[in-house]
């Protein structure tokens, strides 16, 4: 069974960084593409940021361009979002996702889903 664990979240002043992880199991992932999502209250899940399962192609959103960074470790069958210069409406539910059958940024191509870790950014 495959799972897809988040951690990593948690409340950081604006300006600050924050490094979320997303560790799975129940099969290797190196060669999927996969992908960080968020989310808020009334709103679509948003693509923040996605890498192809080479590692060749990488998707950020506008919003996030030169602020986050996605990283994989395939040794470790885990990936990481780097963000730093966080902003107040940064503030969301951010998944995980994994194995995307098509589009990397587009949430309904992923068959996997972490459970969300809750980032918020005060002002």
């Known amino acids: 069974q495959v799972h897809l664990v988040e951690s990593g979240g948690g409340l950081v002043q604006a300006g600050g960084s924050l490094r979320l992880s997303c560790a799975a199991s129940g099969r290797t992932f190196s060669s999927v593409a996969m992908g960080w999502f968020r989310q808020t209250p009334g709103k679509e899940r948003e693509c923040v940021a996605a890498?192809?399962?080479?590692?060749?192609?990488?998707y950020y959103a506008d919003s996030v361009k030169g602020r986050f960074t996605i990283l994989r470790d395939n040794a470790k069958n885990t990936v990481y979002l780097q963000m730093s210069s966080l902003k107040p409406e940064d503030t969301a539910v951010y998944y995980c996702a994994a194995d995307a059958r098509y589009g990397i940024n587009n949430p309904g191509s992923y068959e996997y889903w972490g459970q969300g870790a809750q980032v918020t950014v005060s002002s």
């Open positions: 890498i192809s399962g080479s590692g060749g192609g990488i």
